[in-house]
């Protein structure tokens, strides 16, 4: 009748009062008294988590009794809380102290835990702790704390031993761009969360309410407006009231408990759609706005039902707008969209489109005509665009699949782009575009006053251009491919190929006529243009590149040089290399036998003239150029032959005479017909002087000696010279 047991025991998938507590035991076990059963220095193992300490079971008094302390040394909160409670998407590493004693089912004692690396519904929380009591059976938090850099989330209050539970929930800065539940929007969604709520009901049939305020949005840069939900719940139902500053008002309802149904009906006043389309694919703001009702409803996980009247739409894109004339409709009823009435209208444009169908099996139609302006809007490097665009699209299929047709004809365009460097007027254009594929059917325009013939394709992927292949064939048309050429008559034949992202415009353009007919001040020009290779034109381009050019320029004795400086038929053999941001050139430029160059008043024949290329980008050519004349001195004629060679920017000459002189002579002749000697015979030192160490046909100083000397020097060194008729 006075056992005394003392052992050593070793127990797998350990139960008490019917819960799976440990997965091992191991303990020493006393019981010496025939009602107090001790196990000492026990150690145990479920899950991840590693625990030890002592525990005493009381089998005399009329409820069962309890006295444990433990130590957890790593672990998991899942696993200590397993036996009592799943907690979906809850879980920590946990470590610290629990004393529990009392009869079982109003056990008192304290809990200190230190939480790490938690994870609440997804959302991380590097540290957090628990410290709670137990009192009477109930759990007291004061409190639960996660933390992490933004903000902290605090739980307070009491859970009855029957799970009845009233807790207090606050969170405050929590930032939106850091949310791991809004991960995929990062980058275009920044704010502030705050939470002030309360939690009633049961563990298992929890009865939430509070607020949620998002303060201080930003969608994609805009400034978005705050959104204030309120939520209130009684025996399971969720009663919902939203605000998205005044542009939304909603309410709604959720059952909690048992089918998990919802239902939404919210009011929508001038609605900014284009917070989530801030622009249109050429880069401008779009001001998109939407006013009207939606009413929906679901379950959650399950399919949903949309009833959506659209009172007002308003479209803004670069200065011009779009509205629907009439109110449309959006629904959704078992899986089934369907979009009624919808149209658009403004200034030349009139549009109607429908919709219909599951998403796996849409069927999209649009026809109407558009404003070509619109067509901008498509693309940045449509500079401009003007005409009539008659669309009609036909889709149907999957929604992220679709298949169809979209056909785009344009009447009376205008087209200006950097593909080309005048405008496409008068462009009649027939676009037909499937998902594999874009075609040109048919393109005519009017370029310079010739025509310009368009043709070719576009592989694209879901629709989407991946490849290029257009092809403009050019006939007499008047262009301007260069600020330093004067406008030519051209044909052309240009291809704009390669890669969506790597276009090449390359081609051919021969020169039908062209004519150098702008007088140039040669000495102003000389001195502009060597201070113009001072300045330093580097640096990085204003936008992008969006082709590379390697287009020829050839000109067959078909283009002239006709002005204050010469005559002549010129040849050409350019190319323009680089891409539309830097354009380069390189080739030569040759004057033919016959032309004549006019300098300092004198009549030069040219006996060879050429302008080469070579570095692309500085625009300082490799001057070769031989000028001859014949001067009547006072005694006898002179040959002088003037070669002009280096780079533009440092031309020199080499003047050479027959009979030969040294070169001020030469210079003295080209200046006043003289040379140093008749002129100082004449008494003309000064302007003998003059002469010494000019450069006269490449630097100008012979117009800025006579003006050094005054505007009678000439007369003054010929004044003693008789002159019989």
């Given at each position: 009748?006075d056992?005394?047991?003392?052992?050593?025991?070793?127990?797998?998938?350990?139960?008490?009062f019917?819960?799976e507590?440990?997965?091992?035991?191991?303990?020493?076990?006393?019981?010496?008294?025939?009602?107090?059963?001790?196990?000492?220095?026990?150690?145990?193992?479920?899950?991840?988590?590693r625990a030890?300490?002592?525990?005493?079971?009381?089998?005399?008094?009329?409820?069962l009794?309890l006295e444990?302390?433990?130590?957890?040394?790593e672990?998991?909160?899942?696993?200590?809380?397993?036996?009592?409670?799943?907690?979906?998407?809850?879980?920590s590493?946990?470590?610290?102290?629990?004393?529990?004693?009392g009869?079982?089912?109003?056990?008192?004692?304290?809990?200190?835990?230190?939480l790490?690396e938690?994870?609440?519904m997804?959302?991380?929380?590097?540290s957090?702790?628990?410290?709670?009591t137990?009192?009477?059976?109930?759990?007291?938090?004061?409190?639960?704390?996660?933390?992490?850099?933004?903000?902290?989330?605090l739980?307070e209050?009491?859970?009855?031993?029957?799970?009845?539970?009233?807790?207090?929930?606050?969170?405050?800065g929590?930032?939106?761009?850091?949310s791991a539940?809004?991960?995929?929007?990062?980058?275009?969604?920044?704010g502030?969360?705050?939470?002030?709520?309360?939690?009633?009901?049961?563990?298992?049939?929890?009865?939430?309410?509070?607020?949620?305020?998002?303060?201080?949005?930003?969608?994609?840069?805009?400034?978005?407006?705050?959104i204030?939900?309120?939520?209130?719940?009684?025996?399971?139902?969720?009663?919902?009231?939203?605000?998205?500053?005044?542009?939304?008002?909603?309410?709604?309802?959720?059952?909690?408990?048992?089918?998990?149904?919802?239902?939404?009906?919210?009011?929508?006043?001038?609605?900014?759609?284009?917070?989530?389309?801030?622009?249109?694919?050429?880069?401008?703001?779009?001001?998109?706005?939407?006013?009207?009702?939606?009413?929906?409803s679901?379950?959650?996980?399950?399919?949903?039902?949309?009833?959506?009247?659209?009172?007002?739409?308003?479209?803004?894109w670069?200065?011009?707008e779009?509205?629907?004339?009439?109110?449309?409709?959006i629904?959704l009823?078992?899986?089934?969209w369907?979009?009624t009435?919808?149209?658009l209208s403004?200034?030349?444009?009139?549009?109607?489109?429908?919709?219909?169908?599951?998403?796996?099996?849409?069927?999209?139609?649009?026809v109407?005509?558009?404003?070509?302006v619109?067509?901008?809007?498509?693309s940045?490097?449509?500079e401009?665009v003007?005409?009539?665009?008659?669309?009609?699209?036909?889709?149907?299929?999957?929604?992220?699949?679709l298949?169809?047709?979209?056909?785009?004809?344009?009447?009376?365009?205008?087209?200006?782009?950097?593909?080309?460097p005048?405008?496409?007027?008068?462009?009649?254009?027939?676009?037909?575009?499937?998902?594999e594929?874009?075609?040109?059917?048919?393109g005519?325009?009017?370029?310079?006053?010739?025509r310009v013939?368009?043709?070719?394709?576009?592989l694209?992927?879901?629709?989407v251009?991946?490849?290029?292949?257009?092809?403009?064939?050019i006939?007499?048309?008047?262009?301007?491919?260069?600020?330093?050429?004067?406008?030519m008559?051209?044909?052309?034949?240009?291809?704009?190929?390669?890669?969506a992202d790597?276009?090449?415009?390359?081609?051919?353009v021969?020169?039908?006529?062209?004519?150098?007919?702008?007088?140039?001040d040669?000495?102003?020009?000389?001195?502009?243009?060597?201070?113009?290779?001072?300045?330093?034109?580097?640096?990085?381009?204003?936008?992008?590149?969006?082709l590379?050019?390697?287009?020829?320029?050839?000109?067959d004795?078909?283009?002239?040089?006709?002005?204050n400086?010469?005559?002549?038929?010129?040849?050409?053999?350019?190319?323009l290399?680089?891409?539309?941001?830097?354009?380069?050139?390189?080739?030569?430029?040759?004057?033919q036998?016959?032309?004549?160059?006019?300098?300092?008043?004198?009549?030069?024949?040219?006996?060879?003239?050429e302008?080469?290329?070579?570095?692309?980008?500085?625009?300082?050519?490799?001057?070769?150029?031989?000028?001859?004349t014949?001067?009547?001195g006072?005694?006898?004629?002179?040959s002088?032959?003037?070669?002009?060679?280096?780079?533009?920017?440092?031309?020199?000459?080499?003047?050479?005479?027959?009979?030969?002189?040294?070169?001020?002579?030469?210079?003295a002749l080209?200046l006043?017909?003289?040379?140093?000697?008749?002129?100082?015979?004449?008494?003309?030192a000064?302007?003998?002087?003059?002469?010494?160490g000019?450069?006269?046909?490449?630097t100008?100083?012979?117009s800025?000696?006579?003006?050094?000397l005054?505007?009678?020097?000439?007369t003054?060194?010929?004044?003693?010279?008789?002159?019989?008729?």
């Amino acid at each position: 009748n006075d056992p005394d047991i003392r052992g050593r025991v070793e127990v797998g998938d350990f139960r008490l009062f019917g819960l799976e507590v440990a997965d091992t035991l191991e303990t020493s076990v006393e019981f010496t008294d025939l009602h107090t059963l001790r196990f000492e220095s026990w150690q145990a193992r479920r899950g991840e988590t590693r625990a030890k300490g002592q525990l005493a079971l009381d089998f005399e008094p009329e409820e069962l009794e309890l006295e444990l302390d433990a130590l957890v040394s790593e672990g998991r909160v899942s696993d200590l809380v397993g036996p009592w409670i799943e907690l979906p998407g809850v879980d920590s590493g946990v470590e610290g102290v629990l004393t529990l004693a009392g009869p079982a089912s109003r056990l008192d004692g304290e809990v200190e835990l230190q939480l790490r690396e938690a994870d609440l519904m997804g959302e991380p929380f590097p540290s957090g702790r628990i410290v709670a009591t137990v009192d009477q059976g109930a759990v007291v938090l004061h409190p639960l704390e996660l933390s992490r850099a933004d903000g902290t989330l605090l739980v307070e209050g009491r859970v009855e031993s029957d799970l009845n539970l009233d807790l207090r929930v606050q969170a405050r800065g929590f930032r939106l761009e850091r949310s791991a539940w809004l991960r995929e929007l990062s980058g275009r969604l920044d704010g502030l969360a705050q939470l002030d709520g309360r939690v009633r009901g049961r563990l298992d049939e929890p009865e939430p309410s509070g607020r949620l305020r998002l303060q201080g949005l930003h969608w994609m840069g805009l400034e978005a407006p705050d959104i204030v939900l309120d939520a209130v719940t009684e025996h399971g139902r969720m009663q919902l009231d939203g605000t998205a500053g005044s542009v939304v008002a909603a309410r709604g309802e959720l059952d909690l408990w048992q089918d998990h149904r919802w239902t939404l009906v919210a009011e929508l006043e001038s609605f900014p759609v284009d917070l989530f389309v801030p622009r249109a694919p050429d880069g401008q703001p779009l001001v998109w706005q939407l006013g009207g009702l939606i009413v929906a409803s679901g379950a959650l996980g399950g399919e949903s039902q949309l009833d959506m009247t659209v009172q007002s739409q308003t479209l803004v894109w670069a200065g011009r707008e779009l509205r629907s004339p009439r109110p449309f409709q959006i629904g959704l009823d078992q899986g089934v969209w369907a979009l009624t009435g919808l149209g658009l209208s403004g200034p030349g444009s009139e549009l109607s489109a429908s919709l219909r169908g599951p998403a796996k099996d849409l069927s999209i139609q649009a026809v109407g005509t558009l404003d070509a302006v619109w067509l901008g809007a498509l693309s940045s490097e449509l500079e401009k665009v003007q005409g009539r665009a008659d669309l009609a699209v036909d889709l149907r299929g999957p929604w992220d699949r679709l298949g169809g047709e979209i056909v785009l004809e344009l009447e009376e365009g205008y087209l200006l782009a950097p593909w080309f460097p005048d405008p496409l007027e008068a462009l009649s254009l027939r676009l037909v575009g499937r998902p594999e594929l874009w075609r040109v059917e048919r393109g005519d325009a009017e370029l310079g006053g010739g025509r310009v013939a368009l043709s070719g394709t576009v592989l694209a992927e879901r629709w989407v251009p991946v490849r290029i292949d257009l092809s403009a064939t050019i006939v007499e048309a008047r262009v301007e491919p260069l600020d330093d050429l004067p406008p030519m008559l051209a044909n052309a034949q240009l291809l704009l190929s390669g890669p969506a992202d790597e276009l090449r415009l390359s081609g051919e353009v021969v020169v039908v006529d062209m004519v150098f007919a702008e007088r140039l001040d040669w000495e102003q020009f000389a001195v502009d243009f060597r201070e113009r290779r001072l300045v330093d034109e580097g640096g990085a381009p204003a936008r992008e590149p969006v082709l590379d050019l390697d287009v020829a320029i050839r000109a067959d004795h078909s283009a002239r040089l006709r002005n204050n400086l010469g005559e002549g038929l010129l040849d050409a053999d350019l190319r323009l290399v680089g891409d539309d941001t830097r354009i380069g050139l390189t080739g030569s430029v040759r004057m033919q036998a016959g032309g004549r160059a006019f300098f300092q008043g004198r009549d030069f024949d040219v006996l060879r003239a050429e302008l080469r290329y070579v570095d692309p980008f500085d625009y300082d050519p490799e001057v070769d150029v031989v000028l001859e004349t014949q001067i009547r001195g006072q005694e006898r004629d002179y040959s002088v032959s003037v070669p002009l060679r280096g780079p533009l920017s440092d031309m020199r000459a080499e003047p050479r005479s027959d009979p030969q002189l040294p070169v001020a002579d030469i210079n003295a002749l080209l200046l006043f017909g003289r040379t140093r000697e008749e002129l100082e015979r004449g008494g003309g030192a000064g302007a003998a002087l003059a002469a010494e160490g000019l450069d006269v046909l490449v630097t100008g100083e012979g117009s800025r000696a006579l003006d050094r000397l005054g505007p009678d020097a000439l007369t003054e060194a010929l004044q003693s010279t008789r002159v019989e008729l």
